[in-house]
């Protein structure tokens, strides 16, 4: 219900941090396509403390909270909408940061899949309108990733989508100095030519590639 979405909004702007990782995990599940039926009205809810996610991307201090909230931002980043507000907010580079150098792999997995699902709909958006066309949000029919805290097994969308499932108890890696940022993915606006990513990255979007046509071949 919204009345529960709300209160779990709540928790994640609380300064407890106790709270943040569970409301974190039931929110990368409410907003999952595979988990959630109508996880459209969730996505609508969650908006508002969209900046608080990214401020959890960044936390490296907590490295469960931050995966849970790289899987948020991986399930919204499926909407073009959401795709274009994490480039707002600059945070193509850092998520091409994390998955080359976290020691989580469950951070480097969901900021891949982040990564992955927000320069598909990108991309999608600007050969839609190159078309002529304009849509608000990206449909079915597309390769993305979506994830669930629910289970130890894949659940499938109506659409067949893949669902990367994980433990609930994502495992706590120790606090590291990070080394400056650099961003290779440079452009990703309507106006740009091409999308260049990192050896590194390219090979974990491989990764997520492989395991999309594994899931869908089943």
């Not at 569970?22 to 609508?44: G, Q, R, Y």
């Not at 995966?67 to 795709?83: E, T």
């Not at 507000?85 to 193509?92: A, E, G, P, T, V």
Request: glycine share 4%; with cysteine; hydrophobic share 40%.
């Amino acid at each position: 219900s919204s009345g529960a979405v709300q209160m779990l909004n709540s928790l994640v702007m609380d300064v407890e941090p106790a709270v943040h990782r569970p409301a974190l995990m039931i929110l990368s599940n409410l907003v999952s396509d595979a988990f959630e039926p109508h996880s459209h009205e969730t996505k609508v809810l969650v908006e508002p403390i969209f900046p608080r996610l990214i401020e959890f991307a960044y936390r490296q201090q907590d490295l469960a909270a931050q995966a849970f909230a790289c899987a948020c931002l991986q399930n919204l980043c499926q909407d073009v909408g959401f795709a274009y507000m994490l480039r707002k907010f600059d945070m193509i580079s850092e998520l091409e940061w994390l998955v080359e150098h976290s020691p989580s792999e469950h951070v480097k997995r969901f900021a891949a899949g982040c990564l992955f699902n927000t320069v598909e709909a990108i991309r999608q958006d600007i050969q839609h309108r190159e078309r002529g066309g304009w849509h608000a949000r990206c449909e079915s029919g597309s390769t993305r990733y979506t994830s669930t805290y629910a289970s130890g097994s894949g659940l499938r969308s109506p659409s067949c989508r893949p669902d990367v499932a994980v433990a609930s108890a994502v495992e706590v890696y120790p606090s590291y100095n990070a080394p400056a940022r650099r961003g290779v993915l440079s452009r990703v606006l309507p106006d740009d030519e091409e999308l260049d990513l990192s050896p590194l990255v390219m090979q974990e979007l491989a990764k997520r590639e492989v395991d999309y046509v594994s899931a869908y071949a089943r």
